[in-house]
C-alpha cells in the first residue's frame, strides 16, 4: 500500500534560518513524489514534483526536496525561511492512475 | 482566471439537509478529484473521475454522498441528510492525462452543519 508519512505534525524556525520538513514514504506504484503548501484561507499549491528525473529537485519559493530512495524519505529543505513561508505542506504521493495520497501536514511557524 | 473554480466557498447548513457542491476545473484537464480535508489532517480522497466515467470511489464514503460529471466537463457533490460529522473542506483538482501529472486544486468550499 502507498503511504506518506510526515514525521512533525508543527516545525518552527526564526527567520533567516533553514527549514526542514522531513517526510518518508512507502510507494509500489509510481516513484513520483510532490510536496504541496496550503496558506490561509488559500488553495493547494504545488511546490515541487520529482519524477525520477533527477534527484535533487528545486521548487518554488526557494525550496528544494532531495529524494533519497535508500532511506525512502523526500525532505523538504530551505536554506532561509521568510516569514511568507508560514504555512501547512504536505508530502503527496500517487497511489495509482487516479488517486493521490496526502501526508497528514506539517504546520511551519516563523519567529521574527 | 483558468484554474480550478468551486463554489459556493461557505455553506452553512442544518443537519439533515441536502447539500450540492460545484467544481468547474481547467478546461483541458479530463481527470477531476473530489477531496475532503478536516482541521488538522492532510486532504482525504473522496471520488475520482476520468472525463464523465467515475473510475474510484473511496470505501469511506457514505451512501449519502454521490457525484457526477455530466459530459465531462464540471462536476457536482451531493451530500444527502447531512451530518455534523460531515463539516469539513470539500476540495476539487483537475489534471491532465498522463504519468506524474500533478493534481490542480481549487480553493474549496467550506461546509458547517448546524
Known amino acids: 500500500a502507498q503511504s506518506v508519512t510526515q514525521l512533525d505534525s508543527h516545525v518552527s524556525v526564526s527567520e533567516g534560518t533553514p527549514v526542514l520538513l522531513r517526510c518518508n514514504y512507502s510507494s509500489s506504484y509510481s516513484p513520483s513524489l510532490f510536496w504541496y503548501v496550503q496558506h490561509p484561507n488559500k488553495g493547494l499549491q504545488l511546490l515541487l514534483k520529482?519524477?525520477?528525473?533527477?534527484?535533487l529537485v528545486k521548487g518554488i519559493n526557494g525550496f528544494e526536496a532531495e529524494f533519497k530512495k535508500s532511506e525512502t524519505s523526500f525532505h523538504l529543505t530551505k536554506p532561509s525561511a521568510h516569514m511568507s513561508d508560514a504555512a501547512e505542506y504536505f508530502c503527496?504521493?500517487?497511489?495509482?492512475?487516479?488517486?493521490?495520497?496526502f501526508g497528514s501536514g506539517t504546520r511551519l511557524s516563523i519567529r521574527p | 482566471d483558468t484554474g480550478v473554480s468551486q463554489n459556493p466557498r461557505h455553506k452553512i447548513t442544518k443537519r439533515g439537509q441536502n447539500v450540492t457542491f460545484r467544481c468547474d476545473p481547467i478546461s483541458e484537464h479530463n481527470r477531476l478529484y473530489w477531496y475532503r480535508q478536516t482541521l488538522g489532517q492532510g486532504p482525504e480522497f473522496l471520488t475520482y473521475?476520468?472525463?464523465?466515467?467515475?473510475?474510484?470511489k473511496s470505501r469511506l464514503l457514505s451512501d449519502r454522498f454521490s457525484a457526477e460529471r455530466p459530459k465531462g466537463s464540471f462536476s457536482t457533490l451531493e451530500i444527502q441528510r447531512t451530518e455534523q460529522g460531515d463539516s469539513a473542506m470539500y476540495l476539487c483538482?483537475?489534471?491532465?492525462?498522463?504519468?506524474?501529472?500533478?493534481?490542480?486544486f481549487g480553493q474549496g468550499t467550506r461546509l458547517t452543519v448546524v
Open positions: 473521475f476520468q472525463n464523465e466515467a467515475q473510475l474510484e
Open positions: 483538482a483537475s489534471s491532465p492525462q498522463g504519468l506524474n501529472t500533478e493534481a490542480f
Open positions: 520529482y519524477t525520477s528525473a533527477a534527484t
Open positions: 503527496v504521493v500517487p497511489s495509482s492512475a487516479s488517486k493521490i495520497i
